[in-house]
């Protein structure tokens, strides 16, 4: 890689990263803004869970993200409680794809379209996460407990609650995934590399 390239990369990773920083800063508000819209979305998707489920999400006291729900078994007539954190679930991995969008080398017109689709697949993408929380805890030994799994299938769904739902790491690359897949075109690899430069370079050597 030559030193243009490394350059060019290096300027890409520094301005994705001052922008999540700037996103992920405590500014006032917007940590409570988020969790309510958080909260409107799960419970307009999930509040009547499959045929039995019922469940209610509620601001928690405490910090801005802080969210406490309520499952029931609507059948059993039981419920039990849980609580995730909107920033965790959510916010983070919107900010870190909106970053890494945003410092792609694009044109403008083309940047604000992607950022657009980053934000909308990154809502399908919490929506799915927080769905295979509800899967992953109703299917534990409880009172409330909807669903019996088999091994295999329960041995599938910790995974997947570990590695998607629990685990920092799947937060990042579900958010480099995503940034792939709504941002970047093969043409686009040149242009972050700053590979682009060098073959017309070669190209005018060559002549």
Not at 38 to 62: K, M, P
Request: charge should be positive.
């Amino acid at each position: 890689m030559s030193k243009s390239a490394i350059f060019v990369l290096a300027r890409f990773c520094l301005i994705s990263l001052a922008i999540y920083i700037a996103l992920s800063a405590p500014w006032p508000g917007v940590r409570s803004a988020y969790r309510s819209m958080f909260i409107a979305g799960a419970t307009a998707i999930y509040q009547d869970f499959g045929e039995y489920g019922d469940v209610r999400f509620e601001a928690e006291g405490g910090s801005e993200e802080d969210i406490e729900i309520t499952l029931q078994n609507v059948k059993a007539r039981t419920a039990g409680g849980a609580n995730i954190h909107s920033g965790r679930v959510g916010f983070t991995t919107k900010a870190l794809t909106l970053s890494l969008i945003a410092a792609t080398p694009i044109s403008w017109r083309r940047r604000l379209l992607r950022l657009l689709a980053g934000f909308v697949a990154t809502q399908i993408f919490v929506a799915g996460r927080v769905g295979l929380y509800l899967l992953y805890v109703y299917s534990l030994e409880s009172p409330f407990r909807l669903f019996t799994p088999n091994t295999i299938i329960a041995s599938i769904l910790k995974t997947a609650y570990e590695f998607l739902f629990n685990s920092p790491g799947g937060t990042v690359i579900a958010a480099v995934v995503i940034w792939i897949c709504v941002a970047i075109r093969s043409a686009d690899v040149n242009d972050i590399l700053g590979l682009s430069g060098s073959d017309d370079t070669s190209k005018s050597r060559s002549k």
